[in-house]
């Protein structure tokens, strides 16, 4: 079977961006910017993306481009008959994982695009806008319907493959995505009273730059980036060997932090301008915003401007995801990608019915004191992720070579390059120390 490749260098970058760019860049990356210091925050974080998201962004990159392969493969292929393999199942099951959950929070928002659109959010008051949330969040059957809508919506765009399903479909969302974030930016900051949420956006307190601030930007970096799941090694093997990874590389690496800082000023003008407080995770675009939306001229339209910003920002993330696993199935076991596609979908939906149900009636299942959804977050974006971005990091500085893979890089020498002392420092001690640091850190392992 002849494996299939992007189309075009937009194509990539809108795929790989869209994957990037997610719910982590509009409701968490502002949020903890401004919690720990703002500008200051901001300024470490761009200093963690460049200096350590690169490296391994270039790293995922090379692996998947240079053995053609998924996650698994990729191991396989660089060392047959090895333990290595259970890293690129570890990236499978992470994602798989994530993937359950995350398209539960997507469910929310396409309700919330749809209420929005029909006019009927606009008309819950204020004061009801919480419990709204909570009866909808916690009604099942309609939580498990709108799960099955971005699932299968998810799927329709993976069956048609690379080129005519992942990059069509991102070449035309990324960029409505984009401009629907320059006009919500520009509504957002033409409010009276918008200065007070850019304040709190960039205020500069490096007073408040602790080190668990510091493991938190770069815990977010390495989230952010969709790094450590098998979705960049899985996009990596579909780029043609002509393809600059540095110059990509950046440039994804620059809209995700850019879409992050423009997604900070959209909300938290608009937030403080009707006089809001800033929440963090659900409650902001959930409860606090649909509030704001209430209080602006022409709010109706906005919000649904809004949620379908949100909306588009989960569907190219959940492709990304979704597409870890089809790869691996479709190409270690043979199956065709219209079947793969379809079992995965509809394991990925049967998975992510516990951590539905614990919005309402199993809200008291309890796994080690946290609820079932809170676990599998918890499980995969803390755990496994970590440990996976850094055994990934040992594996190609250590096990395949740092050599190898910036031979690859620079195409067998076609496209010369300078940086591999950088590269290499990092890619073998620095990076896989500072993961380690963040599994300690957000498992609770060590305590700041
Ligand atoms: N990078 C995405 C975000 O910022 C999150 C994500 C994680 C997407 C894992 C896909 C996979 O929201």
């Known amino acids: 079977m002849k494996r299939e490749n992007f189309g075009s260098k937009f194509g990539v970058l809108a795929a790989a961006a869209g994957s990037a760019i997610g719910l982590g860049n509009i409701w968490r990356f502002p949020y903890i910017a401004g919690k720990n210091g703002g500008a200051a925050f901001i300024f470490v974080y761009i200093i963690f993306v460049i200096v350590m998201g690169t490296p391994l962004m270039i790293s995922e990159l090379v692996l998947g481009r240079?053995?053609?392969?998924?996650?698994?493969?990729?191991?396989?292929?660089?060392?047959?008959?090895?333990?290595?393999?259970?890293?690129?199942?570890?990236?499978?099951?992470?994602?798989?994982?994530?993937?359950?959950?995350?398209?539960?929070?997507?469910?929310?928002?396409?309700?919330?695009?749809?209420?929005?659109?029909?006019?009927?959010?606009?008309?819950?008051?204020?004061?009801?806008?919480?419990?709204?949330?909570?009866?909808?969040?916690?009604?099942?059957?309609?939580?498990?319907?709108?799960?099955?809508?971005?699932?299968?919506?998810?799927?329709?765009?993976?069956?048609?493959?690379?080129?005519?399903?992942?990059?069509?479909?991102?070449?035309?969302?990324?960029?409505?995505?984009?401009?629907?974030?320059?006009?919500?930016?520009?509504?957002?900051?033409?409010?009276?009273?918008?200065?007070?949420?850019?304040?709190?956006?960039?205020?500069?307190?490096?007073?408040?730059?602790?080190?668990?601030?510091?493991?938190?930007?770069?815990?977010?970096?390495?989230?952010?980036?969709?790094?450590?799941?098998?979705?960049?090694?899985?996009?990596?093997?579909?780029?043609?060997?002509?393809?600059?990874?540095?110059?990509?590389?950046?440039?994804?690496?620059?809209?995700?932090?850019?879409?992050?800082?423009?997604?900070?000023?959209?909300?938290?003008?608009?937030?403080?301008?009707?006089?809001?407080?800033?929440?963090?995770?659900?409650?902001?675009?959930?409860?606090?915003?649909?509030?704001?939306?209430?209080?602006?001229?022409?709010?109706?339209?906005?919000?649904?401007?809004f949620f379908l910003l949100v909306g588009i920002a989960s569907i190219t993330s959940t492709i990304s995801l979704l597409e870890v696993s089809v790869s691996f199935v479709t190409e270690e076991f043979k199956i065709n990608r219209k079947k793969a596609t379809a079992l995965l979908a509809l394991g990925v939906f049967i998975l992510s019915i516990p951590s539905t149900l614990s919005f309402g009636v199993w809200s008291e299942v309890q796994l080690f004191g946290k609820n079932i959804f809170d676990f599998m977050d918890f499980m995969a974006s803390y755990a496994f992720l970590t440990i996976g971005g850094c055994l990934t990091c040992i594996f190609v500085g250590w096990v395949w070579g740092s050599q190898n893979a910036f031979q690859e890089l620079t195409n067998d020498g076609a496209h010369p390059m300078k940086g591999y002392k950088i590269y290499n420092f990092i890619i073998k001690f620095i990076a896989p120390i500072a993961i380690g640091l963040i599994f300690l850190y957000s498992t609770g392992i060590i305590k700041l």
């Open 66 to 305: 240079h053995t053609r392969s998924n996650s698994v493969g990729a191991y396989k292929v660089l060392r047959p008959n090895s333990k290595w393999k259970y890293t690129g199942i570890l990236a499978v099951v992470t994602s798989f994982i994530i993937l359950s959950f995350y398209s539960i929070i997507a469910g929310w928002v396409f309700t919330y695009l749809q209420q929005s659109f029909t006019g009927k959010l606009i008309k819950v008051v204020p004061d009801q806008l919480e419990s709204y949330f909570v009866s909808l969040s916690s009604n099942a059957s309609s939580a498990l319907f709108w799960n099955a809508i971005v699932i299968g919506l998810t799927a329709f765009i993976v069956i048609s493959g690379i080129k005519n399903g992942i990059e069509k479909y991102s070449k035309v969302l990324m960029p409505i995505l984009f401009f629907t974030l320059v006009a919500l930016m520009i509504r957002s900051l033409t409010l009276d009273g918008a200065k007070e949420g850019l304040k709190f956006l960039f205020k500069s307190d490096f007073s408040q730059l602790t080190t668990k601030s510091l493991l938190e930007a770069l815990g977010h970096a390495f989230y952010s980036l969709s790094l450590g799941m098998g979705i960049i090694i899985t996009y990596g093997s579909y780029i043609n060997r002509e393809e600059n990874l540095v110059s990509l590389s950046l440039q994804i690496i620059t809209a995700d932090t850019l879409m992050a800082l423009m997604s900070g000023m959209v909300i938290f003008p608009a937030v403080f301008a009707y006089g809001f407080e800033p929440q963090s995770g659900p409650s902001l675009i959930f409860i606090t915003l649909p509030a704001v939306f209430q209080a602006m001229p022409l709010g109706a339209v906005f919000e649904t401007l």
